[in-house]
Structure formats: C-alpha cells, structure tokens
C-alpha cells in the first residue's frame, strides 16, 4: 500500500464514504482468501478516519453477500465489503463494495470483438464481471463508436468504480445489472457478450435473460455459451419430480440480508401448504450436508439463498436441494414451461418481471420417479391432522403425519417405555474409562488378564 494507485482495497475511497456518511460504526468484510490483509487494512483505514473498525471474521452464509446480521452484533451503521460481490441489494445498512481489479488484454479483447461481431448493426449487450468494472470505460468507449446498437449494463450498487454504478430500484435489477434497450427493440432481438469466466454469473445470466445468442470472452478468445441445454439443467428437471413427490419438504434459510428473502420463504410455504406439503423452516448457516443430514425425515429441501450459492451445484447431499422457482414449475399450473431458469427469487415474487398468479392442479397425475399415482385428495386427509394430536400405541402421542410418521416407522426410536414388555433385569455396571479406551474393552481386558 505505497501509493492510491497502487492500494487494491481502495483505502482512501473507504475513507471519503465513512465521512461523507458520518458513520461511527463500521465493519470490514472480507472473503477467506483476503483475510491474511485485513488486519492491515483495518488499522489504515483507523488512521485515516481516527475511530475503530471491526472486521468480519467468518460469514453467517457465504463471502459474495453482505453479512449484515453479523454486523448488528456491534450496531455497526455501515459495512465495507471487500472481494467478488453478488451485489445482492441489502435491507437494513449502507453498503460500499470495494471490487477486485483483474488486468486482462484490452487490445486483444477489441480485435476479438471486432472479429466476432463483424457487422457494425448487430444489437449488443455488454456484461461483464466485476472484477473487470475498473477498465469498463475504457473498452466501451472503445467499442461504441464502432457498433451503433452496443449498450452497457451496470452494477447495481456504491462501489469504488463510480463509472458503473447506478443505484437505483428499478424492477429489471439481474444479479445486480440492469440496462436499458432502445425503444424500438426488445430484449429477443439482442445478443448478450460477457467478459469474464465460464462460471456462475455468466450461467444465471444466460438462464434469466432471452436473448439471441450468448458469448463469453475465455483465455483470449470469444467464444458462444449456451447454458440452456447444459447437463446441469436437466439434472434440476429431474429434482423437481423428486420434489412432487415429497411429503415433507424442510426450507431452509440461507440468507438473513437479501432485501425481500422474508417475502420469499411465506410464498414457498404457503405453495406448499397449498399442495398438502409438511414445511419445517430452518436456518443453520452456512449449508453443509451434515447439517442436512441430522434431518433424515424430510424429503426434499428448498433453499432461499443468495443465486450464486454453490450449494445447487453439489451432490454430495443425501436429499435434493431446490429453488424458490423449481417450487413453482413443481405446483403452479400457471407457469408456462420457458427456456428460461430463474435462480434469482425476487424475479418470481409479487413485483418481480416474471411473477405469476399460482393456480394449483386438483387432477391426479402418475410420479415420474415411483409410478404412483399422486392424488391431491388423499393427501388433503393427511394434512387435515397435522395439527391434532395422534394415539399410535400405547404411551405413544405423536403430533400430525409428515415427521411424526417418519419417525414411527423407522427402525431406532431411542429411549422408550415398554412397561410389561421386558423382563425385569438387574442393573449392570456399565462401562468405566475413556470414551477412546475404555477399561471393560476386549484388548484391555486380555492385557490386565497378562499382566495378572
């Protein structure tokens, strides 16, 4: 940190935005990889401004979002983040995102697109990832004296690259870009380019947006990306079945600062209750698939996240992990099938460019996965208890079907009365010593047997 020019985290743009805002309590949030630097620019950045910083040390959720729950722990009114960001629009605290500078060829980048795009009259919309916001002037004033139809998306937020910010509450707000076409013209008529890697943003790009053709600009050459007939989208096809058939369906929570994530859980809850479903809410972090599996009883999973949560691409869990949207092509007759996938859950919400009216099915249909027939009817009986107390057997209350069952009919129940039962044993003394030895273990009791 020699000079302004050469600073990455922008120390003095930090400086300007906690004055110009006069914020008292300010927090640092960096992602894992820069964590080895914060301390160094957390006491800067006190230098400049003569007050305490905080620093963020682990994320409740994931680094690309503002963690904004773990910043009210010390009543901060105002969050610094740091890093590749999903510019997910915040609800409780401002937010300056300090973004990544990546250099890439800037002459070559020109000579591709030129080769690509030889016609000066094709209609083109300019992405690109944030870490190449920095030299985005630069390249589109380039560019758009060249190509008379070339429009430059922006970011969505306050960050250390003025150039590309608009922070604005427009409705067509995707991944934190949004862009305006020319009157005459619709979005089926543009070409989409993205300058950055064949990695997620440009994946829910192409799935959100229906435009003629994508491409990605990858190891110096511009190539054309098609995310539509992808492996990866024909195995979600497969999960929605997986989630019609289900009958108890856990929504788990993961985020607590996506501006209208509340919004987003009552919609999936009341679908499904609509669809005789069982719900259980829970929020327990960052997702893993041990966590997951302490719920052997539910069926399927729902995850209000952040769209660029890597979760959705894992198999590693026992149990399928699905979106908002996948819950809606699973129950809502009104949606028509599109070659459009929707990742992002404010799209679908009441609002959103893409929200429908849900109309639910009342005719039987036959799982793709089992070969049974689903009718709604039978399962109206079963949710019609779920709230009333159940006599299994004896001594036994259960509360409902969906869990209760489960839990019935699995093999281990743990500790129970069987008064009448069993024989009536005396008690034994059980075993004495550590957990990884103890003393009544077969090899220890040859070997006190030896030394005797």
């Known amino acids: 940190m020699t000079s302004v020019e050469d600073d990455p985290y922008d120390i003095e743009k930090c400086t300007q935005w906690i004055q110009t805002n006069a914020l008292n309590q300010v927090c640092l949030q960096f992602p894992d990889k820069l964590l080895p630097d914060s301390a160094k620019v957390a006491l800067h950045l006190e230098k400049n401004i003569g007050q305490k910083v905080y620093i963020l040390g682990d994320t409740t959720c994931g680094s690309c979002c503002v963690d904004e729950i773990a910043a009210e722990h010390v009543n901060a009114d105002g969050i610094i983040h740091f890093g590749h960001a999903c510019l997910n629009p915040t609800i409780r605290l401002p937010v300056l995102h300090i973004l990544p500078k990546q250099e890439f060829d800037v002459k070559n980048l020109i000579n591709e697109f030129k080769r690509v795009f030889q016609d000066d009259t094709r209609k083109i919309i300019f992405f690109y990832d944030v870490e190449y916001a920095h030299k985005i002037e630069y390249v589109y004033n380039i560019l758009r004296s060249m190509y008379k139809h070339l429009i430059l998306s922006k970011l969505n937020c306050k960050s250390n690259v003025e150039y590309t910010d608009t922070k604005t509450t427009l409705d067509k707000v995707i991944l934190g870009r949004n862009y305006t076409l020319e009157e005459e013209y619709n979005i089926q008529d543009y070409e989409g380019f993205f300058l950055g890697e064949e990695g997620k943003t440009l994946r829910i790009l192409a799935m959100s947006i229906p435009m003629k053709r994508w491409y990605c600009f990858i190891n110096n050459k511009i190539n054309e990306f098609d995310a539509l007939n992808a492996p990866w989208l024909k195995q979600r096809r497969f999960l929605v079945e997986k989630l019609k058939d289900a009958k108890t369906v856990g929504i788990v929570v993961a985020t607590l600062g996506i501006k209208e994530y509340l919004t987003a859980i009552t919609t999936v809850k009341e679908i499904l209750k609509k669809k005789n479903k069982k719900t259980y809410t829970l929020c327990i972090g960052k997702i893993t698939p041990a966590k997951l599996a302490n719920f052997p009883e539910i069926n399927a999973f729902v995850v209000v996240a952040c769209p660029e949560n890597e979760v959705f691409d894992s198999r590693d869990f026992f149990q399928p992990i699905l979106t908002p949207y996948e819950v809606e092509l699973a129950f809502n007759t009104a949606r028509e099938f599109c070659p459009q996938y929707f990742m992002d859950f404010r799209q679908i919400l009441p609002g959103?460019?893409?929200?429908?009216?849900?109309?639910?099915?009342?005719?039987?249909?036959?799982?793709?996965?089992?070969?049974?027939?689903?009718?709604c009817k039978d399962d109206a009986l079963c949710v019609g208890q779920m709230n009333a107390l159940t006599i299994r057997s004896s001594g036994t209350v259960a509360i409902g079907m969906a869990g209760a069952q489960y839990l019935q009919e699995r093999s281990w129940r743990g500790v129970e009365q069987r008064l009448g039962e069993d024989p009536v044993l005396p008690a034994e003394i059980g075993r004495i010593g550590l957990a990884c030895q103890y003393t009544n273990e077969p090899l220890n009791t040859d070997k006190c047997d030896a030394e005797t």
Request: glycine fraction near 8%; charge should be negative.
């Open 352 to 375: 959103g460019i893409h929200y429908v009216d849900f109309k639910p099915s009342t005719d039987s249909d036959i799982s793709l996965i089992s070969g049974d027939v689903r009718n």
